[in-house]
């Protein structure tokens, strides 16, 4: 079964740093680029960052770039988002989200169930 | 990187047609073949429905079809059914390598 699962989400003040994890199964990781989508409470989604299937294009939304580290470790079919300067606008639903391609192209087929990030004093 | 437009809320009656408009621009949408649209129920992580502007994945049924026109993407539904209830996201991919969403469509089936 082809499935993503995230880990990590939880609650942090202002400031502080969160890292999120996914672990994938029930394909081949490293042949698929993979993103981070997130879901504000009643909100719609939003892009965070996506990463190739080697690493070599990584990007990021303006909202998180400088703040939010993407990155991958293939051999242990995971995928990460360090989350650094965290603002009360990250609170949200993080998704780990696979691309139907090598590169990132924004065809998001298979989607975690998503972790809680909440950001408050 | 600004949100693709897409309207608030569509409604039908079972068994009607219904499409959702999602305009970007040439930088987006109008710019490559890569579009895509997710339907979301409350609660649920969204699934994908088309990607690729007119292709669906398997398993998605027959009644889901997309098209482009310009800078604008149009997702169509036909023959409603009470289940296609949800919220249904556009996205693009943009000439900087990144990825943006429409700002979703509620779609009642009256």
């Known amino acids: 079964e082809v499935q993503l699962v995230e880990s990590g989400g939880g609650l942090r003040q202002p400031g502080m740093s969160l890292r999120l994890s996914c672990a994938a199964s029930?394909?081949?990781?490293?042949?698929?680029?993979m993103h981070w989508v997130r879901q504000g409470p009643g909100k719609g989604l939003q892009w965070v960052s996506g990463?190739?299937?080697?690493?070599?294009?990584?990007t990021y939304a303006d909202s998180v770039e400088g703040r939010f580290t993407i990155f991958r470790d293939n051999a242990k079919n995971s995928l990460y988002l360090q989350m650094n300067s965290l603002r009360a606008e990250d609170t949200a639903f993080y998704y780990c989200?696979?691309?139907?391609?090598?590169?990132?192209?924004?065809?998001?087929?298979?989607w975690g169930q998503g972790t809680m990030v909440t950001v408050s004093s | 990187q600004s949100a693709l437009t897409q309207p608030a809320s569509v409604s039908g009656s079972p068994g009607q047609s219904i499409t959702i408009s999602c305009t970007g621009t040439?930088?987006?949408?109008?710019?490559?073949?890569?579009v895509s649209w997710y339907q979301q129920h409350p609660g649920k992580a969204p699934q994908l429905m088309i990607y690729?502007?007119?292709n669906r994945p398997s398993g998605v049924s027959g009644r889901f079809s997309g098209s482009k026109s310009g800078n604008t993407a149009s997702l169509t539904i036909s023959g409603l059914q009470a289940e296609d209830e949800a919220d249904y996201y556009c996205?693009?991919?943009?000439?900087?390598?990144?990825?943006?969403f429409g700002g979703g469509t509620k779609l009642t089936v009256l």
């Open positions: 989200v696979k691309d139907k391609n090598l590169l990132q192209l924004g065809a998001l087929d298979i």
């Open positions: 029930g394909f081949t990781f490293d042949q698929y680029a």
């Open positions: 990463i190739s299937w080697n690493s070599g294009s990584i």
């Open positions: 040439t930088s987006d949408v109008g710019g490559y073949k890569y």
């Open positions: 690729d502007v007119t």
């Open positions: 996205s693009s991919f943009t000439t900087i390598s990144t990825v943006v």
